[in-house]
């Protein structure tokens, strides 16, 4: 039996670029994730960074009305400044439509000691972020 040369290797090309074009689809899927990972951390950051300019930005204005910071409290009579505040957060922070209380930003007063957290809810996700801020208010007089 007469057997030609390279006879025995048809087909084998083919399995080859197909083994190829299978490792190049799983790097590009790789990639693709490690991108995805990359841009939810890129808006966790985002979403972070904003919340702490948010508690720094109501901070500096109790510090500005430091002998009126009992009305910034929650449980306080409110002010219109803290009243445009939550606004802002609400407008800039992703809030939870189905349950917007829990993405509400809180702010207790103890003495002279705030505690502001902002909560928000990135679209898509299930946890809730939050950024907690302690500032000490000194007394104006």
């Known amino acids: 039996m007469n057997i030609k040369p390279g006879t025995q290797q048809k087909g084998i090309m083919l ?4 083994v190829g074009i299978l490792i190049f689809s799983i790097g590009i899927l790789a990639m ?3 991108q995805a990972v990359g841009i939810r951390n890129t808006m966790d950051s985002k979403y972070r960074s904003e919340a702490a300019y948010l508690a720094n930005e ?11 910071i009992a009305s910034y409290d929650d449980a306080g009579a409110g002010n219109a400044r803290r009243t445009a505040w939550n606004t802002r957060v609400a407008s800039l922070m992703p809030q939870d439509p189905a349950a917007p209380s829990s993405t509400a930003p809180t702010i207790t007063i103890a003495g002279r000691q705030a505690t502001v957290t902002v909560r ?22």
């Open 15 to 18: 399995l080859e670029a197909l």
């Open 32 to 34: 693709l994730g490690m």
């Open 58 to 68: 109501i901070v500096g204005q109790m510090w500005v009305d430091r002998s009126n």
């Open 120 to 141: 928000w809810k990135p679209p898509g996700e299930t946890t809730i972020g939050q950024y907690v801020m302690v500032a000490q208010i000194n007394d104006p007089n």
